[in-house]
């Protein structure tokens, strides 16, 4: 199998505080993983590569510095919004590479900014 | 970078129709094209997928066709039934910095089955 969680899986946090996301690939080792970001009825947008060990690589337009990914073994990546805001609420979704190419997706965080 | 287009955004069918998702891609060296459906609220489930160096692959009443040299790819489904209903999106891997690793995803299709 290939078995991908999240967690949480529903948060409500307050403006102006961080909020952690964890994404673990339960039955094999990922090097890498992909963190997306979708809103109501639109695609899902890649926020960011992270790779097992190093930086991870993001997306033209995403801040850095706000959204801090980890990716400290390789079951297990983190992605944390600093300093939250109502616009940042959205549905956070990772996905784990296996062999090859395939993705396999977490059940996505739906974070709500109030 | 790779740029994904997918056509048309919403599609509606008869039960026992087929169903017809059109994608174009930007990037003449994506060599992975990867489908995903998407129920309301839950995560994207892989369909079906096709390497570069295959042009139709077939699974039950899911086939994806390629055409690398017009760079588009497309999905059909064949017999639809109400539980087809969904968002499908199509996707490509794109160039992540050191090797084509990421997925770029397409605007997605709301498909509706009607019974």
């Known amino acids: 199998g290939a078995v991908v969680s999240q967690h949480p899986s529903w948060v409500i946090c307050k403006s102006g505080t961080s909020v952690k996301i964890e994404c673990r690939s339960l039955d094999f080792q990922a090097t890498t993983m992909f963190w997306y970001r979708q809103f109501p009825k639109q695609s899902l947008m890649l926020m960011a590569t992270s790779n097992e060990g190093s930086k991870a690589t993001y997306e033209q337009g995403v801040e850095k510095d706000k959204f801090l990914i980890n990716h400290a073994s390789l079951t297990l990546s983190t992605l944390t919004v600093t300093s939250a805001h109502p616009e940042d609420s959205s549905f956070y979704i990772c996905?784990?590479?296996?062999?090859?190419?395939?993705?396999?997706f977490g059940p996505g965080t739906r974070l709500l900014v109030l | 970078g790779e740029n994904v287009e997918q056509h048309p955004s919403t599609l509606s069918v008869q039960e026992g129709d087929s169903a017809v998702i059109k994608c174009t891609y930007s990037?003449?060296?994506?060599?992975?094209f990867p489908w995903y459906k998407q129920e309301l609220g839950k995560r994207p489930q892989l369909i079906i997928d096709i390497r570069s160096n295959v042009g139709e692959k077939k699974d039950q009443r899911i086939a994806v066709t390629l055409n690398k040299t017009a760079k588009h790819f497309s999905l059909h489904i064949t017999e639809t039934q109400p539980e087809d209903s969904a968002v499908y999106f199509c996707a490509a891997n794109g160039y992540g910095g050191t090797s084509y690793d990421k997925v770029i995803f397409g605007p997605g299709t709301s498909l509706s089955v009607i019974p």
């Open positions: 996905s784990a590479r296996k062999a090859g190419e395939t993705q396999y």
């Open positions: 990037d003449s060296a994506s060599n992975y």
